[in-house]
């Protein structure tokens, strides 16, 4: 009888519609293609075939139907994969199956898994740890800053406090041998043995988009350590890269399904100070910069990405080079401007209002560019260099006259000039990129034109 309704469901249901509402398809031929979400990739290699209702990677291997897609994409079990199948098909809830099987996705090998099994056990050690005197004060410290009690335990925010008795237990009670110990990005290795450079610090797990714990980042708390730096962030290993990760994924997605924003801040602390006031739907890049495999991510989550830098400088100029990114790489993104000197965390803390305005006020890429670019005092043949710029960024976007209408006024008020020597500007850059755009296919299909082979020998002439 499962088996009978697993095959209607898959028979019933729209491959390429489900696999659409978390990835983007281009049909080619009778396959659709996109980039495979489950490896690091650039180039479209996950072929989707409708009639055959199978899809497939030709780079990673992944492949199957569409419930095997969904399962490997949320990382839950065959029921709940089946059941949201039922959902995105639109299919009646009367199909929905109480299946016993529960499978999740892993994509590590063993010696990886040992290494993950490690990180959880670790974990648990620290997540107790917080709340004791071992910690040094750090509980309090983190409900100071307003990150309160759930928001802690959803964060499994810990606390190292003796490293000695970590890799005891670890060794004596769970088995791991010194040398995978020594392995793990966890702990160091020195001329008197394994230390840990987490020890007096708040610790943040951080885990993978499929949920599982891959690295540890540590802050000062209320103890003076002996290291300088305010954050200890992993290094890379085979488990963590950091350009490959976005902290707080899993859980963001899983909450931004109820909203049509995901949030795009710097730090671990300005995604937590996020989630414990009403944004659970956030996360961090781990910096100020993004990265090709980070703006994939965000593409597939398919919501409003709203990226929220700090108020400085640096936030500022970082938030202009990953506007010129997304657009290279075609994810609009929308910019939330934060007053100058803030991050995300303090005006959380401080300014909660004004803050919640500033995040429910967020503006289009090109109005956050128009308003950066400005400046008063710059002469004009820079400001004619930017307003080409800009132009030539908002072309290449998927705007409507509302808002084409809507920028050229942003020039006309920055810049004083004209409107119709802004429209004639404008007209000029679209007929500069289509010309450029022409001749690139040219050049594109002189390149890929097969030879035609010749046959050598004699010449039959009848």
């Known amino acids: 009888m499962e088996e009978n309704v697993i095959k209607t469901v898959v028979d019933q249901v729209d491959i390429v519609d489900v696999i659409s509402n978390y990835i983007d398809l281009k049909k080619t031929g009778r396959n659709y293609v996109g980039i495979c979400p489950f490896h690091d990739d650039t180039n479209p290699s996950l072929t989707v075939n409708r009639e055959k209702k199978l899809f497939k990677c030709f780079v990673c291997g992944a492949g199957g139907n569409v419930i095997t897609f969904v399962m490997k994409m949320e990382n ?6 089946f059941n949201k199948v039922v959902e995105l098909g639109g ?8 299946i016993t099987q529960e499978f999740t996705y892993n994509p590590y090998n063993e010696k990886q898994r040992r290494q993950i099994k490690m990180n959880e056990i670790i974990q648990e050690y620290l997540s107790y740890n917080i709340k004791t005197a071992n910690a040094e004060g750090s509980y309090e410290y983190l409900t100071g800053r307003g ?6 335990k959803r964060f499994g925010l810990g606390y190292m406090h003796d490293v000695h008795l970590v890799i005891r237990f670890l060794q004596q009670k769970c088995g791991f041998t010194r ?7 966890f702990f160091r290795i020195n001329d008197f043995g394994i230390y840990s450079p987490y020890e007096h610090r708040i610790t943040i797990p951080i885990y993978d988009r499929f949920h599982y714990l891959i690295g540890f980042a540590g802050r000062k708390g209320q103890y003076e350590t002996k290291l300088d730096a305010k954050y200890i962030n992993p290094s890379t290993t085979d488990l963590f890269h950091k350009g490959r990760i976005l902290f707080n994924h899993y859980n963001a997605v899983h909450e931004s399904r109820s909203k049509k924003e995901i949030y795009v801040v710097e ?3 300005d995604a937590i100070t996020m989630d414990a006031n009403g944004y659970p739907n956030t996360v961090a890049i781990m910096g100020t910069a993004m990265t090709h495999e980070q703006i994939e991510y965000l593409k597939q989550i398919k919501r409003n990405v709203v990226i929220v830098l700090d108020g400085d400088d640096a936030g500022q100029r970082a938030m202009f080079s990953i506007y010129r990114q997304c657009i290279k790489e075609g994810l609009d993104a929308s910019f939330a401007v934060l007053p100058d000197g803030k991050d995300p965390d303090d005006m959380l803390r401080t300014q909660k209002a004004e803050m919640d305005g500033i995040l429910a006020n967020y503006m289009y890429g090109y109005e ?19 307003i080409m710029e800009m132009m030539d960024d908002f072309i290449h976007q998927d705007r409507d006259v509302l808002d084409r209408s809507h920028f050229f006024h942003l020039i006309q008020e920055n810049y004083g000039l004209d409107m119709e020597s802004i429209r004639e500007t404008y007209q000029l850059c679209q007929q500069k990129i289509q010309t450029k755009e022409a001749t690139d296919r040219k050049m594109a299909d002189r390149t890929f034109t097969p030879e035609i082979p010749i046959k050598k020998g004699r010449v039959n002439e009848g």
């Open 91 to 98: 299919l009646s809830n009367d199909l929905k199956m109480k």
């Open 368 to 386: 956050f560019a128009a308003s950066y670019c400005y400046d008063p005092v710059m002469n004009f043949r820079r400001q004619k260099e930017l």
């Open 76 to 81: 839950c079990g065959f029921k709940e994969a």
């Open 147 to 152: 990150i309160n009690d759930e928001a802690q």
């Open 179 to 185: 040398e995978e110990i020594a392995e793990n990005d």
């Open 267 to 269: 730090g671990y602390m």
